[in-house]
C-alpha cells in the first residue's frame, strides 16, 4: 500500500483519522453528537487535520443486503456493491452537513472519488492503494474530510465493498495513506475488553492489547475490529484506539478519553514494567456463531482423500476453519468433521456432492448450530495448563467439545451454539478475568 504522508515532516498539525460505526451515525441527532466529537478534536492541540470515515446507520446494511437477495437470490455481487455501499453515502454526506451547519470546513470523499482502490472482488475486496495528495491538500488546508468506509473501486471504475464491518479496515488503510499520528475507531463501547461486555457483564476493559493478540480475537469473533483492520495497522504501523462516541455533549479530544490502545509486544512490556498492565495467562475470549459443521461419513482412509475434499472448496474461495478426521472405523473407512463460514454452507454442500463419487463418501451431514469459543493469549507460548483449566471448566458444566483447535496463542473449541453465552461465562471466571465487583 501507498505510504504517501508526510508524518517525517517537521511543525506540521497532527493528523487524526476517526471512524464512527453504525450505531454512533444511527440517525441525524446521533450525527450532531459525533460532529461535537469531530469539532472537539479538530480544535485539540491547538488544531488537528481531521479525516472522519463513516459506516452507513445501524442496520442499513442489513436492510440493504436483504433488498439484493429478494431482488435476485443469486446475485452478481458487482450490483450487490452498488446497493450496499449506499448506506455510506448517505451518512458520510450527511455528516459533512452537520460539520457546515457548525461553521466548519467539511466535504465528503466518495471512495471513487478519492480513489480507494481495490481489486475487483466484489463483496470482499481489499484495498491496494488509496491515491491521498488531494486529500491530504485538503485536509492541510483545514478541510475535515468525510470519507464513507466499506467502498472503494476496482481498476475498471465499478464500485466495490470491502466485506461486512469493512469500515474499521477503511478507516486503518486511510491513517497510512495520509501518515495519520492516530487512528480513533469509535464505536457503542468504551474499548476492547476481556470478552462482549454485551455477554458477561464482568468483562474487564483493556487499557492496552498488542497487535497480535488483537488480530487473533478479531479472528476468531471479536467484531469490534475486523480483522483485516488489525493486519493492517500491524503491518503499516498504524496506532489504533478503540473508544466510545457514546459521551455527553461537551464531547472531548479522544487523547483525553480512556478507550483501548492497540500496541506493539515493547510497549506492552514497558506498561507491565510501570504497572500499568498485568501480565495475564490469557487476554480474551472470543466466539463466534456465524460457522457451520459439515460431516461427510464412510471416507475412503487412504492418501488423497482429503486433498479430493478440500482442493475444490479451497479453489472456490471457501475458507475451512477446525477440521478433524475420525480414525478406528473397521473397513478402512473413516469420517471427516469440518467447519466453514455458514453463508458458504449451501456452496460447499453443493460442491462436495458433485465431488460424492472422487471422494468416495458415504453421506453429507450439516449442523449450523454450533459455535466456536476461542481462549487468546500471548502467556500461552510459555505456559502449559491452558487447554486443561478450558476443558475441565466446560466439561464441569456439562458442555459437550465437539472439536478442538489451537495456534501458538489461542486454543478453540466448537460446542452446541445454545451453550455459547454459558460456555463464554464460565471460562471467563476460570481463567480470572472476572472483573471485581
Ligand atoms: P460498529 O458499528 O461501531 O463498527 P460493531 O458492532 O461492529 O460496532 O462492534 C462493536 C461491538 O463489538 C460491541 O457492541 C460488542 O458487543 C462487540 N464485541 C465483541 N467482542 C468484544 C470485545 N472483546 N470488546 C468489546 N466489544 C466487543
Ligand atoms: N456498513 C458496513 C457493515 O455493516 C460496514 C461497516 O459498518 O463497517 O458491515
Ligand atoms: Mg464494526
Redesign the pocket.
Known amino acids: 500500500m501507498d505510504r504517501q504522508g508526510s508524518q517525517q515532516e517537521t511543525g506540521r498539525a497532527q493528523r487524526i483519522v476517526m ?7 444511527a440517525g441525524t441527532e446521533r450525527i450532531r453528537r459525533v460532529a461535537n466529537i469531530v469539532r472537539a478534536q479538530a480544535a485539540a492541540g491547538g488544531g488537528s487535520a481531521v479525516a472522519v470515515v463513516v ?1 452507513a446507520m ?1 442496520g442499513e446494511t442489513d436492510r440493504l443486503v436483504n433488498f439484493c437477495r429478494e431482488a435476485n437470490a443469486l446475485y452478481d455481487p458487482a450490483e450487490y456493491d452498488v446497493v450496499v455501499a449506499s448506506g455510506e453515502q448517505v451518512t458520510s454526506g450527511l455528516l459533512a452537513l452537520t460539520l457546515q451547519s457548525l461553521g466548519l470546513k467539511a466535504r465528503s470523499w466518495l471512495g471513487w472519488q478519492l480513489p480507494v482502490r481495490t481489486a475487483a472482488h466484489h463483496s470482499k475486496a481489499r484495498i491496494e492503494a488509496i491515491d491521498a495528495p488531494s486529500l491530504v491538500e485538503a485536509l492541510e488546508a483545514g478541510e475535515i474530510a468525510v470519507i464513507p468506509g466499506f467502498q472503494g473501486v476496482s481498476d475498471d471504475g465499478r464500485v466495490t465493498t470491502m466485506g461486512r ?1 469493512g ?2 479496515t477503511s478507516a486503518v488503510a486511510i491513517a497510512a495513506a495520509v501518515g495519520a499520528d492516530r487512528c480513533d ?5 468504551d ?9 458477561v457483564a464482568k ?1 474487564r ?2 487499557k492496552a492489547v498488542t497487535y497480535e493478540e488483537m488480530l487473533e ?1 478479531a479472528s476468531v ?6 480483522t483485516r483492520s488489525v493486519g493492517l495497522a500491524m503491518k503499516a504501523g498504524v496506532r489504533v484506539q ?1 473508544l466510545s ?1 457514546f459521551v455527553g455533549e461537551d464531547a472531548v479530544a479522544a487523547d483525553k478519553l480512556p478507550g ?1 490502545m492497540i500496541v506493539s509486544d515493547a510497549e506492552m512490556d514497558e506498561l507491565v514494567e510501570k504497572g500499568l498492565m498485568e501480565r495475564q495467562l490469557v487476554t ?4 463466534d456463531k456465524n460457522e457451520a459443521k459439515i460431516i461427510l461419513t464412510r471416507v475412503p482412509d487412504k492418501p488423497g482423500a482429503v486433498a479430493h475434499i478440500f482442493e475444490p472448496l479451497a479453489d472456490a474461495g471457501i475458507n475451512v476453519d477446525m477440521i478433524i478426521q475420525n480414525v478406528g472405523r473397521d473397513k478402512g473407512e473413516t469420517d471427516v468433521t469440518f467447519t466453514v463460514p455458514q453463508a458458504d454452507l449451501a456452496r460447499a454442500q453443493a460442491l462436495l456432492e458433485d465431488k460424492r463419487e472422487l471422494i468416495g463418501f458415504n453421506r453429507i451431514i450439516t449442523d449450523s448450530q454450533i459455535a466456536k469459543i476461542s481462549v487468546v493469549g500471548v502467556g500461552m507460548k510459555s505456559h502449559a495448563g491452558v487447554a486443561g483449566t478450558m476443558f475441565r471448566a466446560l466439561s464441569d458444566r456439562g458442555i459437550n467439545v465437539q472439536a478442538i483447535s489451537t495456534s501458538e496463542i489461542k486454543i478453540s473449541v466448537m460446542i452446541d451454539e445454545d451453550e455459547t453465552e454459558l460456555a463464554v461465562r464460565v471460562l471467563h471466571t476460570a481463567y480470572g478475568l472476572d472483573a471485581e465487583d
Open positions: 471512524k464512527f460505526g453504525g450505531t454512533s451515525m459506516s445501524a464491518g469500515s474499521d475507531i469509535y464505536t457503542d463501547v474499548g476492547v475488553y476481556t470478552t462482549d461486555p454485551r455477554i468483562a476493559k483493556l480475537l469473533g471479536a467484531k469490534v475490529l475486523q478503540v462516541s483501548t480474551g475470549i472470543a466466539h
